[in-house]
């Protein structure tokens, strides 16, 4: 059974000033896209909010989504990284204080549960359905 | 002290067919929009995966995202909505029942922390750092 796992992360005591540059956080999402060998499937879509600037990014995996929000009021970040498939975790509380200046990163680890206990059910009903023969 | 919610939410024993089909998708995203009166900043991105024909669907909203992703082999789905502002429960039971036809969800609700004990200092340290003449 194969099921997929979610990294929620949040950052706090950041700079502010890096929370609101574009730039940056498009580099943090270069670099951990680069380094978990992940693969977009569309361009990443990114709202800069007005002052205090907060920004909004998100991106679509052939693994699931990558999204970030930043709240430069706070100095803080908020992460969410989907894997259908287990990957490694990423050193978040590292990378996070290097590329955002964070003081404290917490990091939760959830399982995602999608993998039905007989897959093979669900794929024979899609067939059926979509068979213009099917029942 | 405001801080968000994020509701981590999977549903399984869904019909695969509903689950492929970028149509019912797009209605269970204005049905969890519209009822919870959030707001869209850009189009959605929809991503159909080739056969068995999973759907990956992000929208990015003033309030945060929402996102699925849908499995029709496993006759599952995997949703995230990330409000930064606390917001009622949507009845995703009910809802994922009439609109996929799942038969068990799971909803988690996860307290996202950004919100700094004091925001004046953040922002202090924005506006110095944005200031030509700042030190």
């Known amino acids: 059974m194969t099921d997929g796992c979610e990294w929620v992360v949040d950052a706090r005591g950041c700079d502010p000033v890096r929370l609101a540059d574009l730039d940056t956080l498009r580099g943090l999402f270069s670099a951990i896209l680069g380094e978990l060998c992940l693969t977009p499937v569309a361009n990443a879509v990114w709202h800069v909010f007005p002052s205090p600037g907060g920004i909004t990014g998100l991106v679509p995996l052939a693994e699931s989504h990558l999204t970030i929000h930043t709240f430069p009021e706070h100095g803080s970040a908020c992460i969410n990284l989907f894997c259908c498939r287990p990957r490694a975790d990423w050193p ?3 990378r996070l ?4 200046g964070a003081d404290r990163v917490e990091v939760q ?3 995602r549960r999608y993998a039905a206990p007989n897959p093979m059910s669900a794929v ?3 067939a059926t359905r979509h068979s213009p023969l099917g029942a």
């Open 92 to 94: 978040w509380v590292e």
């Open 97 to 100: 204080s290097e590329s955002l």
């Open 109 to 111: 680890r959830l399982d």
């Open 124 to 126: 024979a009903a899609l």
